[in-house]
Structure formats: C-alpha cells, structure tokens
C-alpha cells in the first residue's frame, strides 16, 4: 500500500509524523474541558411571571392563558406545559431538538412583547429564559457561624459571593435560607385614621421622600456647579421621623406615631435546614463551557483562605460536590482504560510470543489514544462520562489493527523475507481487510452519533470519539507499525531454531494445538453443513427463548451515596407546620447508621406545604447496603408521619432537568373533575402492578382561600373599581416594598403593611376600612367576603388542564414490563373526546432509545453492507459476514440474564460495540478464504487453509477485547451500574460470537459462494504466493 510504502522507505518522516501527532494530542489533553456530561443544548424556553397577589385562577386566565396563546403559534413548538401558582406564572416551550436555541429564545421574545399589553398592568414584565444544563449548580454548600441569622446572610451576600462570582469559570452564586434584612412599617389602622390619612397615602409618602434628583447646573463663570437634591433616608430613625400628616391643632404627625417602624427581617416562604438546624445554603454556578473540576478547586481554594478571616466559627460544609463525581467517574473510567491496554498487551505477547513484535503492535495503543484526544479539541470536547467511555471501549479496538498487521508481517518474516520486504508484503496482504474492518467499526458507530433525540444528544460526542479513535489506530497501523518492523525485526531462517523457555514453550504448544484442533472441528464442520445450521439454529432458538424474559430500562439507577425524600402536606398547612413536619422526618432518618447528613428545604417551589430532603448516606465502599435498601428501610420509618405523603427517589440522572420518576403519565381534558377521576383509574392500575411504590396522583386538591368578589354596583357608588380595591388589600395585609434604604453599597427593603391586629382574621380583613373618593368605607360594604375552597396550582399540558400520576420502581423491577402492563390496561377503558393521556418520564425515554438505536442499528447494519460490498467487490459476501451479528447477540443478552441486569442504554451500546467487533472477525476470516479461492482453491480447501490461518489473530482481538472488559464488568465503583451491563454484553457476545463465527461463517461462506447474484466477467488477478503453513516448531523469533 501508498501509505506503507512511503513510511517504510522514510522512516525519519513516519517518526516525526507520530511524535507530531503526540504532541499534539498531548496539547490538546492539556486544554480539555472537564464535566461531567456533553454540553448539551436542549431547546427549551422558560417565560417566568410574577404577578402579586393574584391566586392561581387569576394566573391562569390573566396571565398564563395569553402567553400559551402566543407562543402556540410560533414553529417547532413540541410541547408547552405551564403552572399557575399564587403570585407566579411558569410556562415552559419545548422545542423541537433541530430547532435553534438562540432563535426559540428570540421568537418567544417577540411573541411576548406583542402581548405585553393585554397582560395585567400591575404584573412584572414576563422574564424569558432559556433552560442550560450547564447552569446547574456544580457545588452545594451549607454555611454556619457564630453568628445572628440576618447576620450570616449578610456576610454571605457582602463578602463570600462576590469572592466566588468573580472567579474564572463562575457564573453565578446562589443563595437560599438565612434572614434578609427589611424595614417594616406596620400601621395602626386606628390612629391612621384619626390623623387622616391611608396605608396608601402613607406608602406613597414614604416612596416620595426617599429620592435624591439632579436639580441641574450652576454657571460660575469659568466653573460650574451640579445642584442635587438630596432627600434619601439615611437611617432608620429619619424613617420614624418622617411627618406623614397634621393633628387637628395643626402640628406635625409623625410616621413613629401612628405606626410601628421595626429593622426586621423579611417573611420567610423557604426555609434551608441542615441537620435540623437554621443553614444558609451556598450553590455555585459555572460557565458554560468552563473546566467544572478547575472551578470547583477554585472555590474550594478560596472558602478555605477566607474560612481564617471570617472567624466567629465561620464553617462551610460540602453537601453536594459535582466534580468529585466527575472524578470518580474519571478514575474508574482511566482505570478500565489502563487494565484493558495491559491485557491487550499481554495477550498479544501471549500469542505472538515475539517481545519486539508485541512492542511494535502496542504502540499504537497510547499513539491512538493521544492523538485523538487532538481531534476532541479540535471539536471542542470535554473530558467526560461518554468520551472517556468512547475512549475505554476503545482500547481493545486500537490495538487490533496493529496486530493483524503485525501478525502478517511476522508470518512473512517467517517464511524467510527479509524485515524490509516482509514489512511492505504484510502490510499489503492484509491492508485492505484492515481497513475494511476499520470502516466497519466507523460505520457502527457514526450512526450512534447521530441518533435523534436526547439519547443521540448525549451519544454524539461517544460516536465521534470512538470513531476518530479507530481512524488514528489505522492510520498508526499503516505508517508506524510497518516502519518499526521494517527496522527493528530481525531476519529468520526458515528452519532455524531457538532455544525457548519452558513458558513460551508450553504457550507455543498451546495454540499450535488450538489450530491444530481447529482445523478437525472445521473440517468436520464443513462436512456437515447441514447438521451445523441446524445446531445453530436450535441454539439461536433456544437462547433468544431464554434472553426473552430480559426486562427492558432507560439508564440504571446509579448509587450516587444520596436520596431524595420529597414530603407533602395538606394544602392549608403553614410553613412553620411544614418545617415541624420535616423536623420529625429526619429525627426519624437519622436512626439509619449510614446516614451522614441531611439537608432539606421547605417550601419548595414555593409551596409552604411541601418539603425535600436530599439525604447524604457513608460513601458506596464503606457500606453493604444499597440505596434501593436504604430507600426501602427510609420509607418503613416515615411511615408514621401524621398527614404526610412520603416519596422516595434517586437524584436525577442529570440534575437540573427536574424530576424525572420512572412512571409519569399526564391526563388532560377540559373537564378537571374527570382528569382527576381517570387519574385515579391510572392510579389504581399502578398500584396493582408488581414492581411499583409510591404511588401518587398530584391533582393539587383546591386550598381554603378568603376570597373577596367585588360588588360592581356598590363598588361604582363609592367611586372605586376592583383594582383600586385589590390594591389597597394587597397593601394591608402582605404590604409593598415602595423603597429602599441604603447604607453605603447595602440595600434594604422598606415595606408598608398593617398592624398584625388589624389583618389577623378574616373578620378582621372583611371590617377593613378602604379609602374611596366618598370616604372610609368597609370591605363588606364594597364585596362579598367568604371563605371557599381554591385552586393551589393549576397545570397545564398543551393548553390543557392536566392531572399527573407518578410511580417510583421497586428493587429489581423492569420499567418496560410495568410500561407495556400499564398501556394494555388502560387502553381497555378508552378516554372519550377532548381527553388524552401522555406518558412521559423514563417510559418517554425508553420508548426514544428504542426508537434511536433501532435507527443506529438499520443504519449500521445497511453502511456496514455498503463497506464490506466495496471492500470485496461483491453483493453476496457481506451477507456472510453480517451473519455472526445474531451470533453475537445470543452471547450479549444471555450474560444479561445470567447476572440479572435488565438491558439498558449501557446493554445496548456495548451490543453497538459487538457489531464492529464480530464483523471484524468475520473479515479476517472471509479474506483469507478469498485469497486462497482466487489461487484456485476449492471453497472448501479455501476454508481450510484461511481458518486456521487467522484464528490467531481473531483470538488475539477476541480475547483482548473480554479480559479488557472484566475491570468494568466487575467493577462497583461510581458509575458503575451504567458501564457494568455494557461490559457484561461485550464479554458474552464477544465468548459466543468468536467460537460460533470461527465455525458458523465457513458453511454460510461455502452456501453463498453457490449464489450467483449476475454473472461477471473473469478478471485476472496477479498471482498470490501461497501462503506457508503457520510454523508449529520452535520459535524462530526475531
């Protein structure tokens, strides 16, 4: 071949082309990113709302409705689904994966704009954003000191966050729990009203006085002067100090005087807690796109530096750090990576039994490796859970190119060519079936990078990486490896023999008998035809009847040393009651001695009766529980938890996507009463599924709410409409933030609000007196004041109001048994018109991987077709090598069964993997025996002479590829549980494919080899020297 030639005839040049791509790689490695996961872009845009004081009925028809309206219409919408909670207006617009981020974000931009108008006037403006995964905290902190909370909160806000913010790599310090600092102004609604004026005149006087403004310029001849007035608040004693009003007699009525001024702190809606103490919890925020491990190094450099100056018992304690996931991860993965590459080494020692041989064909391992980690930067990679899984799948692929060549060289070395020649001739008898075998594994895993969906999302940078991988092996196999054997090998004398050790000996011996019995069992083979396909076929049956009691799932749960415990109380339950609640959940959980801490918010998502507790248990080593037991024993011990609904559930796979349960199954319809009641139906049907827990229907039952309908006639009568009216309630009982107080660089919130007395009971808000232009006038008087039942929230799928059931899995179940169950019940009771049912969660998910594989495996299986069929210039022949792809699959699902996994995404790549690999056996093989036919060898003599001929080499790959692989299989490190099924399918269907190829392959090459698809002319080929019998006496080594 060109290419050997050239680096056989210069080898200063083929040196210096390998060190310069070394070079290289090693430059690249050096600049790589590090993550945890590909930096995917989901095309998902979030318009956020916050209108105060509205309920959720108000939300939604106000507010939610005319942003669904207007965002419907925009192209490549997939879903909108939305929220009305009090005060808040969520709606989330889902694109399609082709859609662009930054014009899905612009458009809806634009369509809110065009509505803003009929949006209500006293709303904030809607903030859209888009949803990044890279905007995820990647480090948690809990804070303590000695210290007030307000006090905590403020040193935090001061000091510590614009220290972490203006690090490289940071984007954003967020900051939950502790008291804020904020200036209440309670009015006595009594005296209010004996000086003469309102809680809305008051409020207004506050905002107006709290101003400095530019009066404008003074010209002094050749100065000038800037007069500014000057009228901010310096303190809170100006505040009291403010006149508000005049008495009867004319003197000056202070704002100290009819209401009480108070530096307080702000009404807390979540409360932060850390084994069941007051924290203030610390998250950091990287950029998209920086080094997650730099940064998080960064921020742990500077709590430690400033953890001395602080004082006062300043302590941070770590809840939750993403680059210790990465680097476990890292390690196990490097680990793979290192004990694969060892095995291959010494498994090509074991069989080449040539120390210079086995020397040449390694370095192409770490040259391979290098190099591509210089094609990862080029494309902008990161070092992360799919690319280094790409690269440590790899490594029993790198190598194998470089065997086979080497192998053929030393088989020419052999037969008594000189090291030159030998190096050129072997490089060419196999060159093609090498780089068909190279093109098939592209092939194979080009389509895995371009699968639809977020699985090919997330599996694009894990194709491309392999793929380019294999590319630098080849090229590495065709230029170093027959440089190096062309220098470094020694010409051998046919017949000469020398002196081995007992080792080498006895492996010598070893494979010479394995050829040697080889040949009889493919000679019976062949004499047989008909008896092999028909065990064949008996064993196909019977092991795909076996593997068709494998359960089906999305990702495995991975043991991440935490869980979640998600607590809901009825709806009316305050926050104080909730924070009770979850104070007794974890004295509970603290009875489990593998707990180490327990870290909780309530009010989550702003729902004061709702709480989560991410619970941290001993690392996965130091433990001989599991978090599926853990879990289980959690939820036996909150059992007796008083009116509280308990769910347990691992983090999610990725955070930052939200929730993400097994079992999610969205009903909607224009009724709320029959969505919930199918709902329940749903719910039921769960329930009697084995292999489901925690079952839930989240129907968000209405709340008690006071609810204050205006009277329009006596409303008009007193000269006021409804929001003058909803005004003036909102400002008395949760008050206004009309300025602010500023010292120095600090700002604090000056509120105004009424006395506690005055808004305390309902009767007490009904008895209000609200200012009209024909005077004081009673709420009751104006509206009808009762106490009904509310909506919480309200949600909504595609415009529609929309009930959820969630379900956790049992220990052991398979989501897609429970998956196709629950779809054959519920389609027996069929919805009537105008009602849906949407499943989503990981039942969405799988039935995507399915889709997106069966796509990769079509397009594998037909590219793969094409390579072979240009690479042997035949229609027929690749149908012989495609065969063995069964025979690999019997092996990949029965080790699934045998060691209980379910088959996975992990399951599934490593069945990707077996198609390159078997195909690649199956070349080796079918190019032999086609050399040997166009020497004029019958088939079957064809056969004979190229299976024992190259089980070598197929051993050699095979088996470098399993033991590669034990590591992984057996390994119960983080991560683990995605990369054990992957390595346990490699191993079986690697075990099954290589026996059954090396015997099944012949009789389907010897039954094609009697098709004839067309007739074509002969064409003359240069003869090929026949190829000596591999050497079963004494090494004749180098």
Request: hydrophobic residues 45%; glycine residues 8%.
């Amino acid at each position: 071949m060109f290419l050997s030639d050239v680096s056989i005839r210069r080898p200063v040049f083929t040196a210096m082309l390998s060190l310069c791509l070394i070079v290289l790689g090693l430059m690249g490695l050096g600049r790589l990113g590090t993550d945890l996961y590909p930096d995917v872009s989901f095309p998902v845009v979030v318009v956020t709302t916050v209108y105060k004081g509205a309920g959720p009925g108000e939300i939604e028809t106000q507010v939610v409705k005319p942003v669904e309206d207007a965002v419907a219409g925009i192209s490549g919408v997939d879903k909108i689904h939305s929220w009305s909670r009090e005060n808040l207006s969520t709606v989330v617009v889902q694109f399609t994966l082709s859609t662009n981020v930054d014009r899905a974000v612009q458009e809806v931009r634009d369509k809110i704009a065009g509505i803003a108008n009929k949006l209500p006037q006293t709303a904030d403006a809607p903030v859209v954003g888009r949803v990044d995964l890279s905007a995820t905290p990647i480090l948690t902190y809990a804070v303590s000191a000695d210290m007030p909370s307000q006090s905590l909160r403020r040193l935090i806000d001061d000091r510590i966050k614009p220290a972490l913010a203006q690090l490289e790599g940071a984007a954003e310090v967020r900051i939950t729990g502790g008291d804020t600092r904020e200036i209440q102004i309670d009015v006595d609604l009594d005296k209010a009203r004996s000086a003469g004026v309102s809680p809305l005149d008051i409020a207004q006087r506050v905002s107006a006085e709290n101003l400095d403004l530019p009066a404008g310029r003074l010209a002094l001849g050749a100065s000038e002067l800037t007069v500014r007035s000057l009228g901010q608040f310096r303190d809170v004693d100006e505040i009291r100090a403010l006149p508000v009003a005049r008495s009867r007699t004319g003197s000056q009525v202070r704002l100290s005087e009819i209401a009480t001024v108070t530096d307080g702190v702000a009404e807390r809606r979540t409360v932060a807690r850390l084994n069941s103490q007051d924290a203030v919890i610390l998250e950091v925020v990287k950029q998209p796109g920086s080094n997650t491990v730099a940064v998080s190094d960064a921020v742990k450099q500077v709590l430690k530096e400033m953890a001395p100056e602080v004082g006062q018992g300043f302590t941070a304690t770590l809840l939750i750090d993403q680059s210790e996931l990465i680097r476990e991860n890292a390690h196990e993965v490097w680990i793979a990576l290192v004990f694969g590459g060892a095995m291959a080494v010494l498994i090509i020692l074991m069989f080449l039994l040539d120390g210079r041989g086995t020397f040449i064909s390694s370095l192409a391992l770490p040259t391979s490796v290098i190099g591509t980690f210089f094609v990862m930067y080029l494309l902008d990679y990161t070092l992360n859970q799919m690319t280094l899984l790409g690269l440590s799948l790899a490594i029993g692929l790198l190598i194998d190119d470089a065997v086979v060549v080497r192998e053929a060289i030393t088989h020419r070395l052999e037969k008594g060519e000189d090291p030159m020649s030998a190096a050129a001739n072997g490089t060419n008898d196999v060159g093609l079936a090498v780089l068909a075998t190279t093109l098939s594994l592209v092939a194979v895993f080009v389509p895995v990078a371009f699968m639809p969906g977020i699985v090919g999302q997330f599996f694009k940078q894990f194709g491309i990486t392999i793929s380019a991988a294999v590319i630098v092996s080849l090229f590495i196999s065709f230029t170093l490896d027959p440089m190096l054997s062309a220098r470094l090998a020694k010409k051998r004398v046919p017949g000469e023999v020398h002196k081995e050790n007992a080792v080498a000996a006895g492996l010598r011996s070893f494979l010479d008998g394995t050829e040697r019995v080889y040949a009889r069992i493919l000679g019976w083979v062949l004499a047989h035809k008909w008896a092999t396909t028909g065990i064949t076929v008996v064993v196909l049956v019977l092991s795909f009847g076996a593997a068709s009691r494998l359960g089906a799932e999305f990702i495995s749960p991975e043991d991440r040393s935490q869980f979640l415990v998600d607590l809901q109380l009825p709806d009316s339950s305050s926050l104080s009651e909730t924070e009770a609640r979850t104070g007794e959940a974890e004295a509970l959980l603290r009875k489990l001695p593998e707990i180490t801490a327990i870290y909780s918010i309530v009010g989550t998502n702003g729902d004061v009766n709702k709480a989560r507790m991410r619970v941290l248990t001993v690392g996965k080593g130091e433990r001989t529980k599991g978090i599926p037991v853990l879990k289980d024993e959690a939820r036996a011990l909150l059992t007796p938890l008083v009116a509280t609904r308990v769910n347990l559930s691992d983090p999610p796979t990725i955070e930052g996507l939200g929730d993400y349960y097994p079992i999610m199954v969205r009903i909607t319809g224009p009724d709320l009463t029959r969505v919930n009641q199918e709902a329940e139906r749903v719910a039921g049907i769960l329930r009697g599924l084995k292999g489901t827990e925690d079952v839930r229907v989240e129907a968000n039952p209405p709340k008690p709410e006071l609810q204050i309908r205006i009277d329009r006639a006596r409303a008009s009568d007193a000269d006021i409409n409804a929001a003058g009216l909803a005004t003036q309630l909102r400002l008395a009982i949760s008050g206004d933030v009309v300025a602010k107080l500023r010292e120095g660089t600090n700002e604090t919130d000056i509120r105004v609000r009424l006395a506690e007395r005055d808004r305390s009971t309902p009767e007490r808000v009904a008895q209000l007196e609200v200012y009209t232009p024909r005077g004081l006038r009673p709420v009751s008087d104006l509206a009808q004041v009762e106490l009904r039942d509310g909506p919480s929230v309200i949600e909504h799928e595609n415009r529609e109001r929309q009930i959820a059931v969630y379900s956790q899995l049992a220990k052991g179940a398979a989501l897609g048994d429970i998956a196709n169950a629950l779809k054959e019940q519920v389609k027996l009771s069929p919805l009537p018109p105008g009602y849906a049912i949407v499943y989503d969660g990981q039942m969405k998910s799988l039935d995507e991987q399915n889709e997106a594989f069966t796509l990769a495996f079509g397009l594998a299986f037909v590219f793969i077709y094409m390579v072979l069929a240009s690479q042997f210039e035949s229609f027929k022949h690749p149908f012989t090598i495609m065969a063995s792809l069964p025979l690999a699959l019997v092996g990949a699902l029965l080790g699934l069964v045998v060691t209980g996994y379910h088959l996975s995404m992990g399951a599934m790549i490593g069945v990707i993997l077996l198609m390159g690999l078997v195909t690649k056996n199956a070349i080796l093989l079918i190019d032999g025996a086609l050399q040997h036919l166009r020497e004029g060898d019958s088939v079957d003599v064809a056969l004979m002479k190229a299976g024992p001929r190259r089980l070598r080499p197929i051993l050699m790959t095979s088996a470098a590829m399993a033991i590669g692989m034990v590591p992984t299989a057996v390994g119960s490190g983080t991560g683990s549980e995605f990369r054990a099924p992957m390595a346990i399918s490699v191993i079986g269907g690697v075990i099954t494919s290589t026996f059954l190829t090396l015997l099944v392959v012949p009789v389907v090459f010897a039954a094609m080899e009697k098709v004839r698809f067309w007739k074509t002319p002969k064409v003359e080929t240069p003869p090929v020297p026949e190829e000596a019998p591999v050497s079963s006496g004494p090494s004749r080594a180098a």
